[in-house]
Every structure is written in C-alpha cells, then in structure tokens.
C-alpha cells in the first residue's frame, strides 16, 4: 500500500517572502543597469526556476543573460540575508498544520524553486525542517510545472499518485500537481488568483489553513 504524502511550494504557500524576492529581484536589475520589473510582474513568476523566471521577466535577452541575471539575484538575496535580514515569516497557522498533518499519519514534504540552502535555512529559522521527509528544489530539477520534483518526492517516500497531494500557490504548482497526476489544491493567500490555479485545474482553493486541512482531508 503507498503511504500518503502531502507536499508543499515554499514562497507563497509555507512562508510569505515577496518582501525579500522584490528586493533581491530590484537589486539583481539594477547591477546590470536594468529598470526592475513592477512588483506584480516580479510575483507572478515566483515558483519558477530562476533562469525560466528571468526568461519571463525579459524574454527579449538571450539565456546566457537569463542565467547571469540569475546568478546576480542570488548574490542578491545572499546580501539581502546577510545584512537586513531575509523576510520569510510562516503564514498563519501554518506551523499548527505542519504539526497537525505529521500526528494524522501524512508524510510531507516540499517542492520549491528555492535552492537547497535557502530552504534549508528558511524550515530550520521556523523549527519545522525536520518535519519534512523529502524535500525538491531547482537545484536538482527541471523547472516548473515539469512534474520531476513530485515523481522524485513520491519515489523517496514510498507514495503514489493517488495517495499525494501537492499544495501551492501558483499556477505552475497546479500545472507541476497535473502533469505528476497528483491531487492539486490551491492557497489563496499567495501570488496568483484563485481562479487562475482553478483553471489550471486546482481541486479547491483555501483561502486559510482550516479551510486547507478541510480539503486535504484524512491519509
């Protein structure tokens, strides 16, 4: 029998950390002496790989700049942590559900365009790393909504499709849950509409963490 597995996107989903991205991201334009994006612009693509974002925010430059502005954002954010302090604060009632789902039986996990050492330091700043029993990041995997972070999740935990669901708030989470043949469940509280996950063919949106455990239901 496949265990059940819940797995989670980190940035607008776990933890609210567009503070720090639109920093990180103003700062990143800025060294190659390029106007930032808008705000909004910046968040929609949250969730992806960096490169693939950056492909996003400025699709009339060539990869190598796309990977070159990346790695400008991640010396960024390095920065940004290093001398303000990195803005990532669990969203309500999200510590209690973490706690909540690991005592009913689930096994968690993440699947992030986070590196690995960001969020490994951003679950141990909130004490819930060890909670985790997988975690995927675009480190190690194509960008989403290439389904490789859920297939590599479900393999390391013993799950199997029908026994996972994947948790975001993006419309790449939902594409990355329906290519994976997942269950897909959207939040409302991060930085795409709910009807966009919807149509992207969200389960469900919760719009706060009672609601999220409601429509994640028993293992």
Request: hydrophobic share 45%; charged share 20%.
């Amino acid at each position: 029998m496949s265990n059940p597995l819940v797995v989670f996107d980190c940035d607008g989903t776990l933890v609210d950390s567009q503070h720090s991205i639109c920093a990180a991201m103003a700062r990143a334009f800025e060294d190659v002496k390029l106007t930032p994006p808008e705000r909004l612009a910046i968040l929609s693509v949250v969730g992806l790989s960096l490169p693939n974002a950056m492909a996003q925010l400025l699709p009339e430059a060539e990869s190598d700049f796309h990977h070159h502005l990346a790695d400008r954002y991640k010396l960024a954010f390095q920065a940004l942590r290093r001398d303000e302090g990195v803005q990532e604060p669990l969203y309500p009632g999200i510590a209690d559900l973490i706690v909540e789902l690991d005592a009913a039986g689930w096994l968690l996990g993440v699947a992030t365009g986070k590196s690995d050492r960001g969020l490994d330091l951003c679950l141990s700043h909130h004490g819930v790393i060890d909670r985790f029993l997988t975690l995927q990041t675009a480190d190690r995997h194509p960008s989403k909504p290439h389904p490789s972070m859920l297939l590599t999740a479900m393999a390391e935990t013993g799950a199997a499709p029908e026994t996972t669901v994947m948790i975001g708030d993006t419309s790449f989470d939902m594409d990355m849950g329906m290519a994976a043949g997942v269950r897909a469940i959207g939040v409302g509280w991060g930085y795409h509409r709910p009807d966009r996950l919807l149509a992207s063919g969200a389960q469900a949106v919760a719009m706060d963490s009672a609601q999220l455990r409601a429509h994640i239901g028993a293992p």
